[in-house]
C-alpha cells in the first residue's frame, strides 16, 4: 500500500476523495472513495469557513479509508476560482555545450527565462509551469528538444498562478484534517488528465468543468496546456435562478435541479406535473418540467456563451494557428456535476458550433461504477497527477519551494533518453 495515491477536491457543494494506484497497464485502480456534501465552506472556488470545510475533509477521507482500512496522511488537493490566474510566456537560450546539442540544462535555463519573462502579482504563488512548445532555431512545435542539435532554444510555457491567502487557508483546512499536502494542483488540469483522450489533447479541445461555484475551463492544443481559466457561474448560480423563480427554499431548488432537471426544453416532458413547496409556508404549488426547464436552459446557455466568448477572446485572438473554435478538432468536453443534465451536450454543441460530449474518466478499474462520473474527474485526475509526478514525501520541501525541482522531474517523465 506504500504506492496508493489520494487525490482530494474540494469543491464548493461537495468535497469528494478517491484512493487509487497506478496498474501496469496504466489505468487507476480506485481502492476507495468518499464525498461529503456541505454548503457556506467554499464560495467561488475559495474556502469561507474552514471549520465547516476541514469537517467535510475528514468525512469525506473517513469514507474512503474504509475500503482499504489503512490511514491516509498525504493527499493531492484540487484548487479552482476565479482568483487563479495564467499566463502564456516564452524565454530563450543560446546554445552552447559540445556539438550544439541541446541539454536538461539548456531546458531549464530556456523554462526558467520564461517564467522571469512575466511578472507575477505579489499576492499570488505560482502553482503550475507547463510546457506548450519549444522552438529549436527556426522549427516550431518541438515536444522533446533534449538530444536535438541547434544554436537557440526558445521554451514556450503556461503558467498558473493563484492567490497566496486562498491557498494558505486550503492547505490549512487539510492540515487541521491532519493531512499532508503533497501538492496543490489546478482542479481543471486534474480533470483533463482523467477525462480526455491523448488524441483528444493533441487534436485540439477545451474542457469545460461545470461545478458548483465556478466553470472552470482549460484548452489543449497539440498535446499542451495553451489556456486556463474560470467563470464564476456554475451550478450554484443554476440553483439560486431556480429557488428565486419557483419562491422555493435552496435546498428544494438543489434537488429540483438534480431530480427533474433538464437543460434543454425540447427534451423536456411538456406533460409532466412537479409539486414543489413554497418557500415560508406550507402551500405547494405545480409547476411543469418545462417551465423548470426553461429555467435551467438560460442559465446554462448563458455558462456556455461566457465561455466561448473568453475562449474566443482569449485564445483565439492571441493564437494565429487558432483562428476559430474549428481549430480544436475534438471539440468540447463537459465535466462536474452539472454536465450530467439531460440535453447538456446538445445545448453546449448549439452554442460552440463544434461536437461535444461528457467527459466520465477513462482508464479507469476498481470501483469504477461508484467513481466513474464527471464529478469524480478531479479527484482522479489528481490521481493520475500523482502518479506522474510522485515523489517520496520525505523529499518534499513544501509545495512552493523548488518550482524548478518540479520542472526538471516533469521533464524527466516524458523527456527521457
Known amino acids: 500500500m506504500d504506492d496508493i495515491i489520494v487525490g482530494l477536491d474540494i469543491g464548493t457543494t461537495k468535497v469528494c476523495a478517491v484512493i487509487g494506484e497506478l496498474n501496469e497497464d496504466r489505468t487507476i485502480n480506485v481502492l476507495g472513495a468518499g464525498s461529503c456534501s456541505y454548503s457556506d465552506g467554499v464560495k467561488k472556488g475559495a474556502i469561507v469557513d474552514i471549520k465547516k470545510t476541514t469537517e467535510a475533509i475528514v468525512y469525506a477521507i473517513d469514507e474512503a479509508e474504509k475500503s482499504v482500512n489503512i490511514p ?19 524565454g530563450s537560450v543560446a546554445i552552447k555545450g559540445e556539438n550544439n546539442e541541446i541539454t536538461s540544462e539548456d531546458v531549464d535555463r530556456a523554462v526558467d527565462n520564461a517564467k522571469t519573462a512575466v511578472k507575477i502579482s505579489a499576492n499570488h504563488e505560482i502553482i503550475h509551469i507547463l510546457p506548450r512548445e519549444f522552438v529549436v532555431d527556426e522549427q516550431k512545435e518541438i515536444s522533446n528538444p533534449k538530444g536535438m542539435v541547434g544554436s537557440r532554444l ?11 491567502v486562498a491557498i494558505k487557508n486550503l492547505m490549512k483546512s487539510c492540515d487541521m484534517a491532519n493531512l499532508h499536502v503533497e501538492e496543490v494542483v489546478l482542479q481543471q488540469y486534474a480533470s483533463s488528465l482523467s477525462a480526455l483522450t491523448e488524441d483528444e489533447r493533441r487534436l485540439g479541445v477545451a474542457l469545460l468543468d461545470i461545478g458548483g461555484g465556478t466553470t472552470d475551463i482549460i484548452v489543449y492544443r497539440n498535446g499542451h496546456v495553451v489556456y486556463s481559466s474560470s467563470i464564476d457561474y456554475a451550478g450554484n448560480t443554476i440553483t439560486k435562478d431556480i429557488s428565486y423563480m419557483l419562491k422555493t427554499s435552496t435546498d428544494k431548488a438543489e434537488d429540483l435541479k438534480i431530480n427533474e432537471g433538464v437543460a434543454l426544453i425540447d427534451l423536456a416532458d411538456e406533460e409532466r406535473e412537479i409539486d414543489i413547496p413554497v418557500a415560508g409556508g406550507e402551500k405547494t404549488k405545480t409547476i411543469t418540467q418545462s417551465y423548470l426547464a426553461e429555467i435551467i436552459e438560460s442559465r446554462m446557455e448563458e455558462i456556455f456563451i461566457k465561455a466561448k466568448t473568453k475562449i474566443e477572446k482569449e485564445v483565439i485572438e492571441n493564437d494565429e494557428r487558432l483562428d476559430s473554435l474549428d481549430n480544436l478538432p475534438a471539440g468540447v468536453v463537459l465535466t462536474g456535476g452539472s454536465s450530467l443534465l439531460k440535453g447538456c451536450n446538445e445545448l453546449a454543441e448549439s452554442v460552440f458550433g463544434v461536437p461535444v460530449r461528457i467527459g466520465n ?43 524548478f525541482e518540479k520542472i526538471k522531474n516533469f521533464f524527466a517523465k516524458f523527456f527521457t533518453d
Open 72 to 90: 491516509i496522511e498525504n493527499v493531492y488537493v484540487g484548487i479552482s476560482g476565479t482568483h487563479i490566474d495564467s499566463m502564456n510566456s516564452k
Open 154 to 164: 526558445e521554451a514556450h510555457v503556461h503558467i498558473i498562478t493563484g492567490a497566496v
Open 361 to 403: 474518466p477513462i482508464q479507469i478499474s476498481g470501483l469504477k461504477e461508484q467513481v466513474c462520473k464527471p464529478q469524480y474527474s478531479t479527484a482522479l485526475g489528481l490521481i493520475w497527477y500523482g502518479a506522474l509526478n510522485y515523489q517520496e514525501p520525505s523529499r518534499k520541501t513544501g509545495v512552493f519551494s523548488g518550482i
